[in-house]
């Protein structure tokens, strides 16, 4: 279905963002992976996507909290594949402490990564989804773009602003073959998690399964993790013809966190 067609994933090195840069794989775009980190590991994580699905893939360092690196990714991605067609805004870090005590630099910095990155390569990425005539942008936000939990402020100020982001930019677009949406998960099963769930079971004193019903997955009603890949499934229906007039929307994967 992508075949040919550029893709971009912000923070792919790991978790959710790996998992959609392997789905998008899977449907034939030329892949670029991206992290703020310039490693080997990093360089044969593109090259094992490009083998196992026969695309083109490369891994191109940038840091989301850098406005010109954003911009840079954008054209490098153009440069090795032409141009950015899926651009898929997925890097995020966490801070959690009491609003009194949360240190400024903290939330500067999730600001940037988590909600100004994606303005940064919505932009640069815009005039060529134009030329080309058709584009996906996916922002990979949270069910905390929708509600709040205490002593996570910039994040959920963050994934709050990404939505009217998304909104905006949506409706900029509206008659173009471009959309422009955002996936809200609750808590998803990643290399992460999996280890809060390890620290989580030692501080409480639990089993396994107790800490992740009673204290990880207290608030999704389903009590069971959204897995990564169907991230990816959920990115690669927004690239597909029938999610064409799907634009401006948040989407929620939470186990019905947001119903509650
Ligand atoms: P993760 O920590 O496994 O992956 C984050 C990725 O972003 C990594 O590849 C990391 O290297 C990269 N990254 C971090 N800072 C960066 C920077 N400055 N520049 C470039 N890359 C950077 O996290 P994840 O759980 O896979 O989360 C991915 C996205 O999904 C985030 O935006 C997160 O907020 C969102 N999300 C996660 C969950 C969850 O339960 N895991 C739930 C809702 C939303």
Avoid at 143 to 148: E, I, K, V
């Amino acid at each position: 279905m992508l075949r040919g067609k550029t893709a971009v994933v912000t923070g792919s090195t790991s978790g959710i963002g790996l998992a959609i840069a392997e789905a998008l794989a899977a449907e034939g775009a030329n892949l670029v992976l991206n992290s703020f980190t310039d490693s080997a590991e990093d360089r044969a994580l593109a090259d094992r996507i490009a083998a196992t699905h026969g695309v083109g893939a490369i891994y191109c360092r940038a840091d989301m909290a850098r406005p010109e690196d954003c911009a840079s990714l954008v054209a490098a991605a153009a440069a090795a594949f032409g141009p950015v067609q899926v651009l898929v805004n997925n890097a995020g870090v966490q801070h959690v402490a009491r609003i009194e005590d949360f240190p400024p630099e903290r939330w500067d910095a999730i600001i940037a990564i988590n909600l100004s990155s994606a303005f940064h390569t919505i932009r640069a990425a815009v005039p060529g989804m134009r030329e080309a005539g058709w584009g996906r942008i996916v922002n990979i936000a949270s069910a905390h773009g929708l509600t709040a939990s205490p002593f996570k402020a910039a994040y959920v100020a963050a994934k709050h602003g990404l939505l009217g982001l998304t909104k905006t930019v949506a409706l900029e677009l509206a008659e173009t073959q471009i959309t422009c949406n955002a996936i809200c998960p609750g808590y998803v099963r990643t290399p992460l998690v999996e280890g809060q769930i390890a620290d989580q079971m030692k501080a409480h004193d639990m089993g396994r399964e107790e800490v992740i019903r009673e204290v990880m997955l207290e608030r999704q009603p389903t009590k069971q993790f959204v897995e990564a890949s169907a991230i990816g499934a959920m990115t690669v229906f927004l690239c597909s013809d029938a999610a064409a007039q799907i634009t401006g929307a948040p989407l929620s994967i939470d186990g019905g966190w947001t119903a509650l």
